[in-house]
């Protein structure tokens, strides 16, 4: 079975601070896509960042970046200087070879100021 | 240029009736996707529109449900005598190709009395 774990429901941070967000994944392939996706409380999810399981370099988007670890199957995200915009609902997901794609039951992130 | 729009943005409807929900991805996406997302959860994948090729309807919770997407473009879930647990947020997501970042529209929020 291929799952995706978000393991902390809830997360604050102060305003400025870094926080960071963890995933973990289980799949039996080798290559596959991995996101993070952010649901502000407006609703639309929107893309925060992408990582390629073939590339070992760690994806970056400005304040944004993950720790991919592919024998690990670990996939956390990274936010710096966080921001009250930052405040949202984050979603790990994975998409494999096999037209299937999981998201994780997502992790609550407050920024206070 | 205009995101993906999903119709209606939200419908309250009674036990056992039929509803049609609507996904108009964003224009050149070849990619389409319909996701559920109950109170509380995580992202629960349905159904995936590659072009016109047939779609995978794997994930599809019962037989009640159905999608289509006609001229590899608009796409319609169908929910046949719908229960309460069918209610939640539907939302549709549509990318230029599977592995590309997906581009969510505001969801249908369904409520079923």
């Known amino acids: 079975a291929q799952t995706v774990t978000q393991s902390q429901p809830e997360m604050s941070v102060q305003e400025a601070e870094t926080v960071t967000l963890s995933c973990t994944y289980d799949?039996?392939?080798?290559?596959?896509?991995l996101f993070w996706y952010k649901q502000p409380p407006s609703r639309q999810m929107i893309l925060v960042i992408r990582?390629?399981?073939?590339?070992?370099q760690n994806a970056t988007e400005n304040r944004f970046s993950v720790n991919f670890q592919k024998a690990a199957k670990s996939f956390s995200l990274k936010i710096s200087d966080s921001q009250l915009g930052d405040t949202a609902m984050y979603f790990c997901?994975?998409?494999?070879?096999?037209?299937?794609?999981?998201f994780g039951t997502g992790t609550s992130l407050t920024v206070i100021p | 240029g205009a995101g993906v729009s999903q119709s209606p943005s939200n419908k309250v409807t009674e036990k056992g009736k039929d509803v049609e929900l609507r996904c108009d991805p964003i224009?050149?996406?070849?990619?389409l996707y319909w996701y559920r997302q109950s109170l509380g959860q995580g992202l629960e994948f349905l159904i995936y529109?590659?072009?016109?090729?047939?779609?995978?309807k794997s994930g599809l919770p019962s037989d009640r449900f159905s999608a289509e997407r006609t001229g590899g473009s608009v796409s319609t879930l169908t929910i046949q005598r719908t229960q309460q647990e069918d209610s939640a947020v539907y939302l549709c997501?549509?990318?230029?190709?599977?592995?590309?970042?997906?581009?969510f529209g505001d969801g249908t929020r369904l409520s079923i009395l």
């Open positions: 997901a994975f998409i494999s070879t096999g037209n299937q794609f999981y």
């Open positions: 997501a549509s990318s230029l190709d599977r592995e590309g970042p997906q581009h």
């Open positions: 529109f590659q072009g016109n090729s047939a779609p995978d």
């Open positions: 224009s050149g996406h070849t990619a």
């Open positions: 990582q390629e399981a073939y590339k070992q």
């Open positions: 799949t039996s392939e080798s290559n596959y896509y």
